[in-house]
């Protein structure tokens, strides 16, 4: 390798790089795992305590990552991953590290078993680097509320970074890992995405198995992937797309996971009419039309979203009592856990589920089969539902969570739709602000083809690895 080719692929720019490029560059023998898994722990080492976005790191990755250079020196089979190291959620179960789902009892709770979304990335070579932080038992939009403190925005580390895969989403925008998996119920992946200026995926639910992830609420749960570009997103989703019958929601599909056809002159696109009367801020507003103003001809044409009858506040609140209701018999342990106990704010939530009788619950789990009928119905008159991934941007740290901030999110987990975010933007204080795009069920790779339209026309993600605004 020349000196000017070593100069181009600093530890600066492996960092920042997507993982289809890290990809091309250990094909071409450019750099390799150890390599790529060194610059990351030195990172983490240098960064986690001021970001908190790892919470455990696996301390034999350098030995996997050895094996993965092995395998592509001998010209072995490699998977379609060999070498990137991934970062996983908190909730997940990675066999022989705790899954301590942010709640102070479980961290010497340890895994027997890969869930079945991290045995098929290391089926694939991917590498485990570590456990992500998340909002404590998953329930959250902040990314404050776990028992190892809060997790810091790297664009301004006194802004949270969204919830409750906030550690995953740190990890991506910081450069700490080649991409990471979260967990999305009611918008936990996009959410984070768009506050730290990253891309993020909620799939089809059921297209990647949920087997060995701690189950929030059922019907909503949804693993998504966090990455530095959309087709990080696409390459990941196909590698983890798969039919699983230890998950009682997985899909199994008639044909493989491919684009279907579609003609872009003739993309219809849905727009709600009134953000501002949603809650949706101003500043959000502002950005928001002037990336949909942007995008012009590849937003094809536009009409509005009919959304009548349709309440997003009272839809996000029944889906939340049957979070908070599952949750309640999934977290009974920890609630009577006297020596490590859970917080009031997680107790006064479960506690609230307890006082609700089996007919709210009922009269919730019906109102969640509206909007599945709703879905139905727009993409009938739609290809793809355009908003804000957000209502607001980041906040400071210790500022009270916002109600409305899973809002826009909940159509999707609530429909079973795809959904991606993408960065649109930045705020007036410096702050990036996501662009979200809805698609029917089973569309995800026609979603993140067109995903991947606007981001290359926005243009509107921050330099990799991100850094403090100044």
């Known amino acids: 390798m020349t000196d000017s080719e070593q100069a181009e692929l600093s530890n600066e720019r492996l960092r920042g790089a997507s993982a289809f490029q890290l990809l091309h560059w250990m094909a071409a023998g450019r750099i390799d795992s150890r390599r790529l898994v060194s610059i990351y722990r030195n990172a983490i080492a240098a960064e986690n305590a001021s970001l908190n976005a790892f919470v455990a790191i696996n301390e034999g990755v350098a030995d996997l990552a050895a094996a993965s250079d092995a395998r592509r020196a001998a ?78 925005n790297p664009h301004r580390p006194e802004f949270n970074a969204g919830g409750s895969s906030a550690g995953s989403a740190v990890a991506v925008a910081a450069g700490l890992c080649s991409f990471a998996i979260g967990t999305d119920t009611l918008g936990s992946v ?11 995926l909620r799939p089809t639910l059921g297209e990647i198995s949920s087997a060995g992830v701690v189950p929030a609420a059922r019907r909503l749960d949804s693993v998504g992937i966090l990455a530095r570009s959309v087709q990080d997103l696409a390459i990941v989703l196909q590698v983890l797309d798969a039919y699983d019958a230890d998950d009682a929601r997985s899909r199994r599909r008639r044909v493989a996971l491919s684009p279907p056809d579609w003609e872009p002159g003739r993309l219809r696109s849905g727009f709600l009419p009134n953000l501002a009367a949603l ?49 309640a018999c999934e977290l009974e342990a920890d609630l009577e856990d006297g020596v ?28 969640l089969d509206k909007a599945v009928r709703k879905a139905r119905q727009l993409f009938e008159q739609i290809d793809v539902l355009v908003m804000p991934t957000v209502s607001q941007g980041p906040y400071r740290i210790g500022e009270t969570e916002r109600a409305n901030d899973a809002d826009l999110c909940s159509f999707a987990s609530v429909a079973g739709c795809p959904a991606v975010s993408l960065p649109m933007g930045r705020l007036e204080n410096g702050m990036p602000v996501g662009l979200q795009l809805v698609g029917a069920p089973g569309s995800d790779l026609r979603l993140l083809e067109l995903a991947e339209v606007c981001a290359s026309r926005l243009d509107a993600a921050p330099d990799y690895p991100v850094t403090p605004i100044r």
């Open 75 to 152: 010209k072995n089979v490699i998977g379609r991953l060999d070498g990137l190291a991934v970062a996983i959620k908190d909730n997940i179960d990675v066999a022989g590290m705790p899954t301590a789902l942010g709640l102070p009892g479980r961290k010497a709770r340890m895994a027997s078993e890969d869930a079945s979304v991290v045995a098929r990335l290391r089926a694939a070579g991917a590498l485990v680097l570590g456990k992500t932080s998340v909002d404590e038992a998953a329930l959250g939009t902040t990314g404050t509320t776990s028992a190892a403190g809060p997790t810091c």
């Open 190 to 200: 996009r959410i984070p995405a768009s506050h730290c200026g990253i891309y993020g």
């Open 279 to 327: 809650g949706v801020s101003r500043e959000v507003c502002s950005v928001f039309s002037r990336a949909t103003d942007a995008l012009g001809l590849e937003l094809g044409e536009r009409m509005d979203a009919d959304f009548s009858g349709y309440d997003f506040a009272r839809m996000r609140r029944a889906a939340l009592l049957i979070m908070e209701s599952e949750l």
């Open 340 to 367: 490590h106990p859970v917080s009031p704010r997680l107790r006064d939530m479960l506690e609230f589920a307890r006082r609700k009788s089996a007919v709210d619950y009922a009269a919730a789990d019906r109102l």
